[in-house]
């Protein structure tokens, strides 16, 4: 070698250095909060245009975007513009969730020349929020990204965290970058507007949530499940405010994920492997998660980590609102021999990267071990009987 | 609003806090370079799997894979694969950069099961470069890249500094994030296999380097213009060195070009612009860029700046290495009215966020102003007679 040197690079803030999480009571009035919020900001920021001279390309889906709440919003656009905002809808569910989508943000960003002081604003579940801040992480290299997040999902997990995302062919997630919102806001209120599905499986992530880090969320959840299923709305605020709390706590510490972040997987690797093995679609995805975490319970205890106690509390707790306990979920009990095709989806996630499956247990509430499991052990879980 | 908090994001080293520059002498092995050595290396490194174990997704061009120093190498692939490392060769040119090529990249490493901390290496000019290192920033949202640049513009310009992109429809460079290689390996050698047309626009981009950081390398280059032109290897790999560190000084005090690092752009506004009016492919970027040079001279003595002396010595320079000087450039001549189509070019540029056109002028060597310019002057250097 002749010679040799070295180029450091400062650590940078990606999309920002700080997300603002606004709480706001009643239905959602976009027209309001955008329209009139931002023409009355007079302050200057430090990329170069006020926030009032700032345009936004408004992503939503068809059903958003039919939401009695978001239509008047909808409708103050004129063949996708408004002023120099411009709005896009696209089809609606987790198989637009591609990088066709990414780039049809892009393109709209672009035919409408918008700049990179820009706003992108993603309106919708967590397809939309991830799709729309790949978007914007990608564009011109890096807009700013806001998001009103419209089901429990994205109130509590996908819109927090800087994470973004889209599959690609086969491929669940493989493609996407580590880019934060600036800005979210959060309507409870949009919660009422979902279905019985979509609500359960945004619930799974804040059970989740309470079982890694909050004691106290999950006394709450043990003693508010009527309250919860009936959607109050204080019981749900307190709920996201907590979730999202432990989350950003979460990814402050560790923003890439390069240690405990990863117990954000709780439930997670039985879970996608369930969802794989049944068939994209086929499971939601907290349906796929709760029953994850109950498999995930059932190893603690077999394991001696857990007392069985706690591991029977988890699974009586998931039955009260609906999810399914057993070891061979209803939706593959009719495949031959699920548990092995489970174990080989287990071992193909993204997060493994040793021979051994690595998975995330618990010793009891709020406290959480990483450890590599043998088959044998993963496999009795996976089948009936326990 | 009900309540608002906020969460804080640790700044964060995307790609790598570091990029190690390696200058070797005579012709590349590849073989030898990273076959052996990488299986040589036993230390381990944070994210978990040691060097060794690291899987390798070579990315290069059918003009560099067909090199007379390149074919062992690729001949010891059979089936795009040798061992655990996996090789995708990629048509040349500027127009395969594109998602499409992105999303290749990506591709073959799914199939091939390449885990995040696995490497993508990208082996040609700053084409092969930009694409592969998009593709490493959004593979799992992050593998390592590191670059064998084999052109003068990639080894003093594309490949330092990190920024990643793609072309898309009919946008140059709007898609892209910020990236840096983990590793740059230099063989000046391979500078002996570019065609005339090619060693003239990366030294372009070498020339721009000179006039903005380096009077010394400004003189080097005034008396040493026929070194350069029969490229001798001494004279190319002290500009080559001098260039990167500069280049590095920029990058490390402004990664994300909020000021400073804007300055790259000398020349740049003028040559996107001569490019996009005379179609992309019809004159080289350093061809353009290299006018552009020689118009923002211009503009700064008209507009006082600096001396016409300075201006004088710079045009000649340029005539030396055969760059066109004149007000209008051959490529647009027979164009109707090419210098209204300049403007309206330069006022499209993404960098460009106001009405007036914002230029990076000189007050001489290593003095660089940047400032908004009214359309009245840029016409005047863009119409003959100037």
Redesign the interface.
């Known amino acids: 070698?002749?010679?040799?040197?070295?180029?450091?690079?400062?650590?940078?803030?990606?999309g920002?250095?700080?997300?603002?999480?606004?709480?706001?009571?009643g239905q959602a009035d976009l027209l309001e909060l955008f329209k009139k919020q931002h023409s009355e900001e007079k302050t200057g920021e430090?990329?170069?245009?006020s926030l009032a001279e700032r345009r936004h390309i408004f992503v939503t889906d068809k059903t958003v975007s039919s939401l009695k709440s978001v239509i008047p919003f909808i409708n103050s656009f004129t063949n996708g513009t408004s002023g120099g905002d411009v709005l896009l809808v696209l089809e609606a569910g987790e198989k637009y969730k591609t990088?066709e989508s990414v780039?049809k943000i892009?393109?709209t960003a672009?035919d409408h020349?918008l700049?990179?002081?820009d706003v992108f604003v993603g309106i919708g579940g967590g397809v939309i929020t991830d799709v729309t801040a790949l978007a914007a992480?990608?564009?011109?290299?890096?807009a700013v990204v806001e998001f009103v997040p419209t089901t429990l999902l994205a109130m509590v997990d996908a819109a927090?965290?800087?994470?973004t995302?889209c599959d690609?062919?086969n491929?669940k997630n493989?493609?996407?970058?580590?880019y934060?919102a600036k800005t979210l806001y959060v309507f409870p209120h949009f919660l009422q507007t979902l279905s019985e599905n979509e609500f359960r499986s945004g619930f799974a992530e804040a059970l989740k949530t309470a079982l890694l880090y909050s004691p106290s969320m999950y006394e709450l959840i043990k003693k508010s499940g009527n309250d919860i299923l009936s959607r109050k709305e204080d019981v749900l605020?307190t709920i996201i405010?907590e979730c999202v709390?432990a989350k950003?706590a979460v990814?402050?510490?560790d923003?890439?994920e390069?240690n405990i972040r990863m117990q954000l997987n709780f439930g997670h690797t039985f879970g996608h492997a369930l969802e794989t093995v049944a068939g994209l679609g086929k499971v939601t995805h907290g349906d796929a998660v709760a029953w994850g975490i109950g498999r995930a319970a059932c190893l603690s205890s077999n394991l001696k980590l857990c007392t069985s106690a706690y591991k029977d509390e988890i699974l009586e707790l998931l039955s009260s609102f609906g999810w399914e306990t057993s070891a061979v979920h209803s939706s593959v009990k009719n495949l031959p021999d699920p548990a092995q095709k489970l174990i080989g989806a287990m071992k193909?996630d993204?997060k493994n990267?040793s021979s051994n499956v690595r998975l995330i247990l618990q010793r009891g509430i709020a406290d959480t071990v990483i450890t590599e499991v043998k088959d044998g052990d993963i496999l009795k879980v996976l089948s009936s009987g326990k």
Chains 1, 2 share one sequence.
Do not use: Q, W
């Open positions: 070698m002749l010679s040799e040197f070295t180029i450091k690079y400062p650590a940078i803030n990606s920002t250095d700080k997300t603002t999480i606004k709480f706001y009571e430090s990329c170069g245009a990088m780039l892009i393109k672009l020349r700049a990179r002081h992480s990608l564009f011109k290299r890096g927090v965290g800087g994470k995302g690609f062919e491929y493989m493609i996407g970058t580590f934060p605020f405010t709390k950003a990814a402050e510490s923003f890439t390069k193909n993204k990267d």
